[in-house]
């Protein structure tokens, strides 16, 4: 019995020692298809949770400017419930007066830059937590129990 158990066990390390010989394929590169870029636009009509913000992007015209990848741009997101928060009444009024929700929706925009959420919360908790967002007017930007907020607004995304 005792030889049998030394037999298995020879013949079992030498089973392991064939399966880490190089002469496998295991060395051989990787090849991993890139994901195709998203674009924010596309990004937001795809969550399921901006399609008001979609319908104010498309009413504006910005929709075009956020499905263009060749520019940088952050945005604070509003989200439908952001939204459903102002009541239908004054989205139907800011969907007929497009200058002054273009203005809006800029001033979730950060132009030219692509700021991650932990650079959001670097500027939010810096002493000059204020930027220019795309319609030229400075925000404040805070952090409080894992919210962004631009202002008084929270923001669930930062994308």
Do not use: W
Request: proline share 3%; net charge negative.
């Amino acid at each position: 019995m005792n030889k049998v158990f030394k037999l298995g066990a020879i013949i079992l390390f030498l089973l392991l020692i064939q399966g880490c010989s190089s002469d496998d394929d295991n060395n051989a590169p990787v090849t991993v298809d890139p994901q195709p870029a998203v674009s924010i636009f596309d990004a937001a009509q795809d969550s399921g949770e901006f399609t008001t913000l979609v319908a104010a992007l498309e009413a504006t015209g910005l929709d075009e400017t956020l499905d263009d990848l060749t520019n940088s741009y952050t945005v604070f997101a509003p989200t439908d419930d952001a939204f459903a928060a102002l009541g239908q009444d004054t989205i139907n009024a800011l969907l007929a007066d497009t200058d002054t929700l273009r203005d809006i929706l800029l001033y979730h925009v950060f132009p030219n830059a692509t700021v991650l959420s932990d650079d959001a919360v670097a500027i939010a908790n810096s002493n000059s937590n204020k930027v220019e967002m795309a319609n030229g007017d400075m925000a404040a930007i805070s952090y409080v129990n894992s919210s962004l907020f631009i202002k008084d607004s929270a923001s669930s995304r930062v994308s």
